[in-house]
């Protein structure tokens, strides 16, 4: 499976943005799916989490729960990452995953910025 992420952006702290992920291939929604982030000399990390079976409840990291938001439109191909209330701390380079046994593929990352 091939994933392409938008663009990230510049944000200010307290500000939204929302990350998009274009998955291709027709097992879309057989593939649970992910995003993850990574900054530098860090070890890449789990942001969010959803199944791929409907009804499944979404999973995230402490650090973004109440704030981060993951959804997926089956029909489209897509999976979406909705941030806000963004503090610094989350600059990042964003990944989208989906993922299923034997079958595995992430985005190229996306740069999110978060200014103070």
């Known amino acids: 499976v091939q994933l392409v992420e938008s663009v990230g952006g510049l944000v200010q702290a307290g500000g939204s943005l929302r990350l998009s992920c274009a998955a291709s291939?027709?097992?879309?929604?057989?593939?649970?799916v992910g995003w993850y982030r990574q900054v530098p000399g860090k070890q890449r990390e789990l942001v969010a989490t959803m199944s791929w079976y409907g009804g499944s409840i979404p999973t995230y990291a402490d650090s973004v729960k109440g704030r981060f938001t993951i959804s997926r439109d089956n029909g489209r191909n897509m999976v979406y990452l909705q941030m806000n209330s963004l503090k610094p701390e989350d600059t990042a380079v964003y990944y989208c995953?989906?993922?299923?046994?034997?079958?595995?593929?992430w985005g190229q990352g996306t740069q999110v910025t978060v200014s103070s």
């Open positions: 291939g027709s097992i879309f929604r057989t593939l649970n």
């Open positions: 995953n989906a993922n299923k046994p034997g079958v595995s593929g």
